[in-house]
């Protein structure tokens, strides 16, 4: 059965998402979004695309509504045009997974991502037109909405409000995803030299070996050509890493204390807070402290980040991917958006990215995911829940630990942060037989 995760719909594209399932989906969107404006639709650059989109449009004609197609175009460029449109949108990419998963993500009419009450009820929807069964006939020639990447462009280009990044070189890495076409215009736009690379989609090649979950070869190519940064977007180009002068990977975590910095400087950071999820360094924490930016923590995901911005009034939030959400420019994160940003404030300081990176420290961190028998709550076993304080009263101030179960798959996430490598590995081996004990006991 079909249901939302942090990211809408996800999984294999043939399994998961058959023709009969996807244009429920389609049909579910109508008679829960709404019959209003006609739907927009774009999507990233996999071999299965085309035919999903095929699908959900045809759901979407079935119940008496129209749809517009933009093709290939991140996900937040979709958000920007079912915000200047107000109109529902859909979004086809399974972000940064292979090639052979998809997924469908829904954008209201304010380009936000719909509240989970809403995704409850197309939940349901969907349920009962698959339950019902029956054919839907296959869409008539589907009207394509021209000009809305140039659109996406102009837009975020005008947010350096007449600045210019002239004389920047920067390298960018595509991943032969859905920012293959608008990455090297956008910055170009923008004044900038830049040389791109992965943005040869061929529909299985989206996050091969590149973008922001491999970020080592831009590392490379920005050495090799002597750039002044890098930036690696993921499949859909809603996240972003960037890599500084030296090739070294500056992660969202950074991301956020550049911009925290510049924001608050600027006179533009709302409230004089940013919205982090737990799983953000300790080093970024401190720094947000030692420079009187208060810090608000949220669980894991961009719906927790943009529900506390939102509820607080804040300008500013992301995630350690490089999930990054400026309030008051979009509505979602925006990989090409914070690419400009960072790069704005590298030309208006006159400072090398690895200088600015350097406004936090990152303490080493380790992770590891305990698969486990059935989903466990840590928090509900006595010992697990003691050996964890534990853990945490030998670290103190000089690290943390985290630990808690995944949303989507019987697995338990432990994480510690250190003053060193080897004692962060430490902690989370310790409590990994721990968690294992656990898990036999359930």
Known sequence: MLRFGTDGIRGDADRDLPTAHVRAVGRA???????????????????SGPRIEADLVAGIVAEGATAYTVGVLPTPGVAYLAATRSAP???????????????????DRSGHKPAREVEAALESSIRDLISEGGSTPDASAVPVLHGGAESYVAHLVSLLEGRSLNGLRVVVDAANGAASEVAAVTLSAAGADVEVINASPDG?????????????????????TGAAAGLA?????????????????????????????DLRERRLLRHGAV???????????????AAGIDVVETDVGDRHVLAAMQERGLSLGGEQSGHVIFGDMATTGDGLLTGLMILDRMVRSGRPLSDLAGAMTRLPQVLES????????????????ALIEQVEGRLGDRGRVLVRPSGT????????????????????????????VAARGT
């Open 204 to 224: 299985t090649n989206i996050n091969e070996d590149c973008g922001s979950t491999h970020p080592e070869a831009l590392q490379v190519e920005v050495k090799r």
């Open 370 to 385: 305990v698969r486990v028998p059935t989903r466990m709550d840590p928090d509900a076993i006595p010992a697990l829940r």
């Open 89 to 107: 949108a859909a979004v086809i990419s399974a972000s940064h997974n292979p090639f052979a998963d998809n997924g469908i993500k829904f954008f």
């Open 29 to 47: 969107a109508v008679r829960v979004l709404g019959t209003g404006e006609p739907f927009v639709i774009g999507r990233d650059t996999r071999l």
């Open 275 to 289: 919205a982090v999820t737990v799983m953000s360094n300790l080093g970024l924490r401190s720094a947000m402290c």
């Open 409 to 436: 798959e019987p697995v338990v996430r432990v994480m510690a942060e250190a003053p060193t490598e080897e004692e962060a590995a430490e902690a989370v081996a310790e409590i990994r037989v721990a968690v294992e």
């Open 233 to 261: 977007l993921d499949g859909d180009a809603d996240r972003v890493l960037a890599v500084d002068e030296s090739g070294a990977v500056v992660d969202g975590d950074q991301i956020m204390a550049i911009t925290a910095l």
